[in-house]
């Protein structure tokens, strides 16, 4: 990535609820977006999601957990597998090391990232942190936060924090929303035009005389119809057979099972 590109350009550390929520959120406000970490969210381990609005009978939070990354790329956003080692200023934004996730001999090098702007979502990760003086971290028992203001910058300019890293409580709702708080944030601090990302019908701002603000899009009946049955074919495919995969252990747990 070219750090000096016109278009802005943000890594989000952390694949989970929070990092995929604001990226989706940034590459709809036209940041260039790019989702560091292939690992899996915490919310993988989980057996039903009962607490999440839209979902009366709850749902399977792996089926959430890959609806949220596919929103995340039908937006635009960029996937780089791997973890997240360093994080260094350079003029005018920053550098991320990435190490592979795999441990696979030769199946890979770190590489080097560069981005105007990061978001850590990287629960419970903040070591690639540690080195940099302006960025509080507080340790609280086992586990170790990113301090930041009300809005989600962390002491550096450039530089965000989202989710259970920046201290919100444990629920997929509430790192999720401030994910999207976050990456509001930071448009706003960038120098992209105030945005809204609103969907409204044709008419709604320009009947009565007004432009569609930015972020904002008015589309007709036929669109509409269209975006709708689009929605209803991936939502019935997304829901037609169970999802494949078994909710992850605890790590402790995992090494007892396998006598270590
Ligand atoms: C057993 C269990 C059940 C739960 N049940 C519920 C429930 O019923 N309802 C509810 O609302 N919530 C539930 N939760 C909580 C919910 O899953 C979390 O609050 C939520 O996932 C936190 O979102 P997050 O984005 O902060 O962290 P995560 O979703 O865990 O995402 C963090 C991501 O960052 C990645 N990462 C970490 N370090 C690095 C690095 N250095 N570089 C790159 N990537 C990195 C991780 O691999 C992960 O993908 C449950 C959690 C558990 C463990």
């Given at each position: 990535?070219?750090?000096t590109?016109?278009?802005?350009?943000?890594?989000v550390?952390?694949?989970?609820?929070?990092?995929?929520?604001?990226?989706?959120?940034?590459?709809?406000?036209?940041?260039?977006?790019?989702?560091?970490?292939?690992?899996?969210?915490?919310?993988?381990?989980?057996?039903?999601?009962?607490?999440?609005?839209?979902?009366?009978?709850?749902?399977?939070?792996?089926?959430?957990?890959?609806?949220?990354?596919?929103?995340?790329?039908?937006?635009?956003c960029?996937?780089?597998?791997?973890t997240?080692?360093?994080?260094?200023?350079?003029?005018?934004?920053?550098?991320?090391?990435?190490?592979?996730?795999?441990?696979?001999?030769?199946?890979?090098?770190?590489r080097?990232?560069?981005?105007?702007?990061?978001?850590?979502?990287?629960?419970?990760?903040?070591?690639?942190?540690?080195?940099?003086?302006?960025?509080?971290?507080?340790?609280?028992?086992?586990?170790?936060?990113?301090?930041?203001?009300?809005?989600?910058?962390?002491?550096?300019?450039?530089?965000?924090?989202?989710?259970?890293?920046a201290?919100?409580?444990h629920?997929?709702?509430?790192?999720?929303?401030?994910?999207?708080?976050?990456?509001?944030?930071?448009?706003?601090?960038?120098?992209l035009?105030?945005?809204?990302?609103?969907?409204?019908?044709?008419g709604?701002?320009?009947?009565?005389?007004?432009?569609?603000?930015?972020?904002?899009?008015?589309?007709?009946?036929?669109?509409?119809?269209?975006?709708?049955?689009?929605?209803?074919?991936?939502?019935?495919?997304?829901?037609e057979?169970?999802?494949?995969?078994?909710?992850?252990?605890?790590?402790?747990?995992?090494?007892?099972?396998?006598g270590?």
């Amino acid at each position: 990535m070219d750090a000096t590109a016109e278009q802005p350009r943000a890594a989000v550390v952390g694949g989970g609820v929070a990092g995929l929520t604001a990226a989706t959120f940034l590459a709809r406000a036209g940041i260039d977006t790019v989702v560091v970490g292939g690992a899996e969210s915490i919310l993988r381990r989980n057996a039903h999601l009962e607490n999440v609005p839209g979902f009366p009978a709850g749902v399977n939070p792996r089926l959430f957990a890959d609806l949220l990354k596919r929103g995340a790329e039908r937006n635009g956003c960029l996937f780089e597998d791997g973890t997240v080692t360093e994080l260094a200023p350079i003029e005018g934004g920053f550098q991320l090391r990435v190490e592979p996730d795999t441990e696979a001999p030769g199946d890979g090098n770190a590489r080097t990232l560069v981005a105007d702007y990061v978001v850590a979502a990287s629960w419970s990760d903040p070591e690639y942190l540690r080195a940099l003086d302006a960025v509080g971290l507080v340790d609280r028992g086992s586990k170790t936060y990113v301090e930041i203001d009300d809005d989600g910058r962390t002491g550096m300019d450039g530089l965000y924090a989202a989710g259970r890293i920046a201290g919100k409580a444990h629920q997929t709702v509430v790192c999720a929303g401030h994910g999207a708080d976050v990456a509001v944030t930071l448009v706003e601090d960038s120098e992209l035009p105030f945005y809204h990302d609103w969907v409204a019908p044709e008419g709604y701002f320009t009947d009565r005389g007004r432009e569609v603000p930015p972020g904002c899009e008015e589309i007709d009946a036929a669109e509409r119809r269209r975006r709708e049955r689009e929605s209803m074919a991936v939502m019935t495919e997304a829901f037609e057979t169970p999802h494949p995969d078994e909710p992850t252990t605890h790590p402790s747990l995992s090494e007892d099972r396998e006598g270590t």
